[in-house]
Nanobody, 126 residues
């Protein structure tokens, strides 16, 4: 399984970015998928995730109402729509897949994810 995150860049506060996660496998129905981020000197943090069934989506509190994983586009290129970006969103963003998570569950734990892509840097200027 291979996956690659892309779409990062430099944006002003209040702007938008769309991160894509290109995968070598069909994700919906087979893998739970999540986005994590890591800023320098900080631990990897769960941002958003979607279950294998695609019925359940979860977000960390700080991005609720601003970030979205659309349910209708998770076949092989799930993406993360990020709106109203803030400087504190600056980090390296990673997509990850998990085969062992239950059908309708989303995990925020990095250890539950088997496959990781290389990160894409998001920098938000104030």
């Amino acid at each position: 399984v291979q996956l690659q995150a892309s779409g990062g860049g430099l944006v002003q506060a209040g702007g938008s970015l769309r991160l894509s996660c290109t995968t070598s496998v069909r994700t919906s129905g087979n893998y739970a998928m999540a986005w994590f981020r890591q800023a320098p000197g900080q631990e990897r943090e769960f941002v958003a995730g979607i279950s294998k069934s695609t019925r359940k989506v979860a977000y960390t509190n700080s991005v609720k109402g601003r970030f979205t994983i659309p349910r209708d586009n998770v076949e092989n290129s799930p993406f993360l729509q990020m709106n109203n970006l803030k400087p504190e969103d600056t980090a390296n963003y990673y997509c990850a897949l998990a085969s062992g998570i239950r059908w309708d569950s989303v995990s925020s734990q990095p250890n539950d994810y088997n496959y990781w892509g290389q990160g894409t840097q998001v920098t938000v200027s104030s």
